[in-house]
């Protein structure tokens, strides 16, 4: 009976962690970017990858989208870049 217990209760948070993890993967975050082809151009909206952060790791977090280069921004001003990973 105890292990019943124990087991349906890892179940029911194994499903938990699911859905949040499905969830989380599916949100998507519109952030300012620029680009080489742009410029200095702050630009909006891109979608940000899901290995950016906040947090300065010293790399910032940029993309190659064809023949450009996309470096993505926190706020509005396209002054605080996002760092990778």
């Known amino acids: 009976m105890k292990k019943k217990v124990i087991l349906t209760a890892c179940t029911l948070a194994l499903v938990a962690i699911g859905a949040f993890v499905t969830k989380a993967n599916a949100r998507r975050i519109n952030v300012r970017y620029t680009d080489t082809a742009s410029g200095s151009q702050c630009l909006f909206p891109?979608?940000?990858?899901?290995d950016c952060s906040t947090e300065n790791t010293g790399t910032i977090c940029s993309s190659i989208i064809?023949?450009?280069?996309?470096?993505?921004?926190?706020?509005?001003?396209?002054?605080?870049?996002f760092y990778r990973l």
């Open 46 to 50: 891109q979608s940000l990858p899901a």
């Open 66 to 81: 064809g023949s450009r280069t996309v470096t993505y921004y926190q706020g509005t001003t396209c002054v605080t870049p």
